[in-house]
């Protein structure tokens, strides 16, 4: 993945949008810093799942 070191540690999340003719639409990937999602990260994928045009 562009932009991550080759030896990133760590869990990362993906926000991914499957269910397209033309692809899969990934909407965000954030590394995991702690076990519950930030609001921030949600409200970003909720704002790249409407520039889709779901």
Do not use: N
């Not at 993945?1 to 269910?19: H, K, Q, T």
């Not at 639409?25 to 921030?40: D, E, G, I, N, P």
């Amino acid at each position: 993945m562009s932009g991550l070191p080759d030896r990133a540690g760590g869990a990362f999340r993906v926000i991914y949008l499957a269910a397209r003719a033309e692809g899969v639409y990934v909407l965000h990937c954030f590394q995991k810093k702690t076990r519950k999602t930030a609001s921030h990260d949600i409200e970003l994928a909720r704002q790249r799942y409407k520039q889709v045009g779901s």
